[in-house]
T-cell receptor, first 114, second 116 residues
């Protein structure tokens, strides 16, 4: 079945450091790919998305490119801030009996120190 | 933008009692709502998918009689944890979807359930 694998955390960085969180997927067909962010004690917020190969999703300085050849959707940011500290989830769409639905990776906790 | 309100944000209940969690789409009609459970430092586990006016579809291993889901209208779904036990303590998150497309998933802010 479809699955998402992302690097285990926590990832600890100093402010203004470069961030990469790896995400790879296994899926039939051509899934849409997403990154969600979860701040402490809150639900999930959509950070960015890409719907087809070579698409680049971007938002708030974060970017991820849909790489079909490597089945990857790595999240990057050139200069992280303390406020970026959160858990990041990579996800794709898959089908179940009720139609399209999200499958999440395990989440990666990012901690940014001043 | 689309907003999903989840209530309560935190609840503490005694073992053996039932707890109801509400998930409301405030400014759109949600044809499908999803309920997730998140264990500490782990990812979200899909519990069930509910479509308005029909029975929920539960994921394998989720007890239907323990986690009752009702999706009576296009803006409201409820999850009732019946006869709660300490092992049911967790963070529960709902999500609502507009239409059948690949986008438009909006998440609630979650409910922290603690059973004592």
């Amino acid at each position: 079945g479809d699955s998402v694998t992302q690097m285990e955390g926590p990832v600890t960085l100093s402010e203004e450091a470069f961030l990469t969180i790896n995400c790879t997927y296994t899926a039939t067909g051509y899934p849409s790919l997403f990154w969600y962010v979860q701040y402490p004690g809150e639900g999930l917020q959509l950070l960015l998305k890409a719907t087809k190969a070579d698409d680049k999703g971007s938002n708030k300085g974060f970017e991820a490119t849909y790489r079909k050849e490597t089945t990857s959707f790595h999240l990057e940011k050139g200069s992280v801030q303390v406020s970026d500290s959160a858990v990041y989830f990579c996800a794709l769409i898959r089908l179940n009996n009720a139609g399209n639905m999200l499958t999440f990776g395990g989440g990666t906790r990012l901690m940014v120190k001043p | 933008g689309a907003v999903v309100s989840q209530h309560p944000s935190r609840v503490i209940c005694k073992s053996g009692t039932s707890v109801k969690i509400e998930c409301r789409s405030l400014d759109f009609q949600a044809t499908t709502m999803f309920w997730y459970r998140q264990f500490p430092k782990q990812s979200l586990m899909l519990m069930a998918t509910s479509n308005e006016g029909s029975k929920a579809t539960y994921e394998q291993g989720v007890e239907k009689d323990k986690f009752l889901i009702n999706h009576a209208s296009l803006t409201l779904s409820t999850l009732t944890v019946t006869s709660a036990h300490p092992e049911d303590s967790s963070f529960y998150i709902c999500s609502a979807r507009q239409g059948q497309g690949n986008y438009g998933y909006t998440f609630g802010s979650g409910t922290r359930l603690t059973v004592v």
